[in-house]
């Protein structure tokens, strides 16, 4: 039996939100459907295939910080300094369809809102502190 010389690679393709979108296609499943990720280190977003139209999460382990975002294109954007979050060292995101594109800043101020009400962050909102990490955005809608 012959063993893969490059398991890391093809895991990382079978995952990429681009080939999910065409495993979709194939299977005949909804174009609405949301893919997600999961935590990854800083060092595999070059790896990173398929990831447009996405809302994602920064996370700074040493600090504790939190960071909520969108992106047309993930990769380009994460390689933009993130001030609010420069020592972020692990992502993960969520691929919308692209049904949703437009809905897209709308979902992260959302998302931002209720990451408020449960992180400590810089707003006078309210919060209920539910593991000891503080959300980093700048901006929170009341």
């Excluded at 001030?83 to 691929?95: E, G, M, Q, T």
């Excluded at 998302?111 to 707003?123: H, K, P, Q």
Aim: glycine share 4%.
């Amino acid at each position: 039996m012959m063993r893969p010389a490059f398991p890391h690679l093809f895991k990382r393709l079978l995952g990429s939100p681009a080939i999910k979108t065409i495993e979709d296609e194939i299977e005949g499943k909804s174009a609405r459907r949301i893919h997600k990720q999961d935590w990854k280190p800083r060092s595999d977003l070059a790896f990173e295939l398929g990831a447009k139209n996405v809302i994602y999460f920064l996370h700074a382990t040493e600090t504790k910080r939190f960071y909520v975002g969108e992106a047309g294109d993930l990769v380009k954007r994460l390689l933009q300094p993130h001030p609010s979050i420069p020592d972020w060292d692990y992502f993960r995101y969520n691929v919308l369809p692209p049904v949703l594109d437009s809905y897209r800043v709308t979902l992260e101020r959302m998302l931002i809102r209720d990451f408020a009400a449960v992180l400590a962050n810089a707003t006078e909102i309210e919060y209920r502190d539910i593991g000891g990490c503080s959300l980093t955005n700048d901006r929170v809608d009341r």
